[in-house]
Every structure is written in structure tokens, then in C-alpha cells.
């Protein structure tokens, strides 16, 4: 009898502890009671009722990623590609992911496809490869519109991958070589311009410092002869000074010595012998002079008559 009692009260307790719930972090739990909706248990410690309340659903509150594998779709050129998706998400209302829709998962793949399919439809192959950002876009706002009825928040669509048929893959690898060609064509074309414009440059920009050197080594020589020729008519006119000066000292020098009306004639005749010696053609002598040069030739014949 005892025994039986340990037991019915260990029962009683684990049955207690079963009815005590704890709610972890980033998670819900939609309890019902005899099949309808009670409530929605957030993070904590709840207690449900035995045998009435039942745990209908434990719902993850974190963002989740879906990647679907690879949907057809047809361009509007009638180019049949292989899409590959990912779609970010978050269930905001537990409730409503519990009782919107049986599988939320499964319609957000096929809501996914149906979007993609019209809006790839409305484009062409170009306009599809290159218009990734709009195609996100247009696909977050659609989905996010249809699932807030299921209490899904749809963050982000992303296409994974566009996959075109192989000959159009050809054509385009085909097409992006022939592109990378008429680049390097370009690329080649403008660097042999720019290497002759650089070399013209480089010659004319010799020419003119040629010709700047030319011109500041003739100034130069032009100033060395100029530099010349006022040394040369500089050392000419102390020359000319000094003579002066000489001849003026002389001068004052007979004056000074009372010398006779026949001194200074004769140093008058010397004066005109001197410049006689020089460079003039034509010398005009005074006549008082002249007398004495010829009383001088007079004397001069006598003297030669004598000896012979």
C-alpha cells in the first residue's frame, strides 16, 4: 500500500512538472484549449492546464533563409533561363503563421515562382541579366504584401543565380571576348597616341630649350663684346688722360722755368714731329714753325757743304 502511494505521488509530480512550459529566447508557443486558439506564449515560464490546453505550435521568431532551387522562366524574347532564389524572412504574428496558411513554406515557393515568372516576362534577356536590383525589389514588395496575411515579414529577395540556355551562353561568351577585344584595340590604339603626342612634345620642348640656350649664349657673347670694347675704349681715353695731363704738366713746367721764345718753338716743332709719327693724313704746321724748319734745312745744307 505504501508503495502504491510513493508511486501515484511520483506520477502526480512529473504529471505537474509536464504542465510547466518555459519559452526560450527568439521563440513563441501558440497554446489552444479543447482545439481553439487560447494564446500566445512568449519568453518565460507558463503553466498550461492538464488535459485541456495543448501546445499547438512552437514558432521561431529568428530571421530564417529559404534558397529554392532553380525556377524556369521565359524572357520576353522567349528565352527560357533557370532561376535560383533566396528569400530572407521573419514571422512576426505566431498566430497568424500558425493558422494563415497549412504550409507557409511551401507557398512562399510558390508564391516565389509565380512573381518571378511575371516579372521576368515583361523583360528580355539583356534587361533580365542586368536588372537584378529591380527584380529583387519588385519581388520583396509582392511577397512581403501576400505573406503579411500568414504573419510573415518578407526582408529581402535575393536571384542566386541566373542560369541561360547554352547556346545563349556561348553567344554571350562569345560576344564578351569579342568586347575584351575592341577594348585592348582601343586600349593599344590610345596608348600609341598618347606615346607619339608625349615624344612630339618631348622633341618641341628640346627645340625651345635649344633654342633658349642659343638665344642667352648669344646675348651673352654680345655682352662679353660690349664688355670688350668699353674696357678698350676706357683704357683709350686714360690713355688719352694721361697724355694730357703729361703735356699739361710740361707746360706748366716751362712756365714755371721762364723758358725762351725759341724753347718753346722748339718744343712746339717737337710736339708736331709727334704727331707727325701718327696715324693722320694731313697736318697743318704754323707759319712761325715753318720758319724755323727752314732755317733748320738752311743749316742743315751748309753744315753738308762744309764737310765735302
Same mark, same amino acid.
Given at each position: 500500500m505504501g508503495l502504491l502511494f510513493i508511486a501515484l505521488i511520483i506520477l502526480v509530480i512529473a504529471f505537474a512538472i509536464s504542465c510547466i512550459k518555459v519559452v526560450r529566447q527568439a521563440q513563441a508557443f501558440v497554446l489552444e484549449r479543447l482545439g481553439a486558439y487560447q494564446a500566445t506564449w512568449e519568453t518565460g515560464l507558463h503553466f498550461k492546464v492538464p488535459f485541456i490546453d495543448k501546445v499547438a505550435r512552437k514558432v521561431d521568431m529568428k530571421e530564417q533563409v529559404i534558397d529554392f532551387p532553380p525556377q524556369p522562366v521565359i524572357t520576353k524574347d522567349n528565352v527560357t533561363? @533557370?532561376?535560383?532564389?533566396? *528569400?530572407?524572412? @521573419? #514571422?512576426? !504574428?505566431?498566430?497568424?503563421?500558425?493558422?494563415?496558411?497549412?504550409?507557409? =513554406? /511551401?507557398? =512562399?515557393?510558390?508564391? &516565389? /515562382? &509565380?512573381?518571378?515568372?511575371? #516579372?521576368? $516576362? !515583361?523583360?528580355?534577356?539583356?534587361?533580365?541579366?542586368?536588372?537584378?536590383?529591380?527584380?529583387?525589389?519588385?519581388?520583396?514588395?509582392?511577397?512581403?504584401?501576400?505573406?503579411?496575411?500568414?504573419? #510573415?515579414?518578407? &526582408?529581402? *529577395?535575393?536571384?542566386?543565380? =541566373?542560369?541561360?540556355?547554352?547556346?545563349?551562353?556561348?553567344?554571350?561568351?562569345?560576344?564578351?571576348? /569579342?568586347?575584351?577585344?575592341?577594348?585592348?584595340?582601343?586600349?593599344?590604339?590610345?596608348?600609341?597616341?598618347?606615346? &607619339?603626342?608625349?615624344?612630339?612634345?618631348?622633341?618641341?620642348?628640346?627645340?625651345?630649350?635649344?633654342?633658349?640656350?642659343? %638665344?642667352?649664349?648669344? #646675348?651673352?657673347? /654680345?655682352?662679353?663684346?660690349?664688355?670688350? %670694347? *668699353?674696357?678698350?675704349?676706357? $683704357?683709350?681715353?686714360?690713355? =688719352?688722360?694721361? *697724355?694730357?695731363?703729361?703735356? +699739361?704738366? $710740361?707746360?706748366?713746367?716751362?712756365? +714755371?722755368?721762364?723758358?725762351?721764345?725759341?724753347?718753346l718753338t722748339l718744343k712746339k716743332l717737337e710736339a708736331f714731329i709727334k704727331a707727325a709719327d701718327g696715324n693722320a693724313t694731313k697736318i697743318i704746321i704754323p707759319s712761325d714753325i715753318q720758319g724755323i724748319a727752314g732755317l733748320v734745312s738752311s743749316l742743315a745744307e751748309v753744315a753738308k757743304k762744309e764737310e765735302n
Amino acid at each position: 500500500m505504501g508503495l502504491l502511494f510513493i508511486a501515484l505521488i511520483i506520477l502526480v509530480i512529473a504529471f505537474a512538472i509536464s504542465c510547466i512550459k518555459v519559452v526560450r529566447q527568439a521563440q513563441a508557443f501558440v497554446l489552444e484549449r479543447l482545439g481553439a486558439y487560447q494564446a500566445t506564449w512568449e519568453t518565460g515560464l507558463h503553466f498550461k492546464v492538464p488535459f485541456i490546453d495543448k501546445v499547438a505550435r512552437k514558432v521561431d521568431m529568428k530571421e530564417q533563409v529559404i534558397d529554392f532551387p532553380p525556377q524556369p522562366v521565359i524572357t520576353k524574347d522567349n528565352v527560357t533561363m @533557370q532561376i535560383d532564389t533566396v *528569400v530572407f524572412y @521573419q #514571422i512576426t !504574428d505566431p498566430k497568424l503563421y500558425a493558422y494563415g496558411v497549412k504550409n507557409p =513554406i /511551401a507557398a =512562399i515557393e510558390n508564391l &516565389t /515562382a &509565380t512573381t518571378l515568372r511575371n #516579372i521576368i $516576362g !515583361d523583360l528580355e534577356l539583356d534587361q533580365s541579366l542586368t536588372s537584378r536590383e529591380v527584380i529583387n525589389t519588385k519581388m520583396r514588395a509582392t511577397l512581403d504584401e501576400a505573406t503579411d496575411a500568414w504573419g #510573415i515579414k518578407v &526582408t529581402r *529577395v535575393e536571384l542566386k543565380n =541566373i542560369i541561360p540556355p547554352q547556346p545563349i551562353r556561348e553567344a554571350m561568351e562569345k560576344q564578351m571576348k /569579342a568586347e575584351r577585344e575592341r577594348r585592348e584595340a582601343i586600349l593599344r590604339a590610345e596608348g600609341e597616341k598618347k606615346s &607619339t603626342v608625349l615624344v612630339a612634345e618631348g622633341k618641341k620642348e628640346q627645340a625651345i630649350l635649344k633654342a633658349e640656350a642659343d %638665344k642667352q649664349a648669344t #646675348i651673352l657673347a /654680345a655682352e662679353a663684346v660690349k664688355e670688350a %670694347k *668699353v674696357r678698350e675704349a676706357e $683704357g683709350e681715353a686714360e690713355a =688719352i688722360l694721361k *697724355v694730357q695731363e703729361a703735356d +699739361a704738366k $710740361g707746360l706748366e713746367f716751362l712756365n +714755371a722755368a721762364n723758358a725762351t721764345e725759341a724753347v718753346l718753338t722748339l718744343k712746339k716743332l717737337e710736339a708736331f714731329i709727334k704727331a707727325a709719327d701718327g696715324n693722320a693724313t694731313k697736318i697743318i704746321i704754323p707759319s712761325d714753325i715753318q720758319g724755323i724748319a727752314g732755317l733748320v734745312s738752311s743749316l742743315a745744307e751748309v753744315a753738308k757743304k762744309e764737310e765735302n
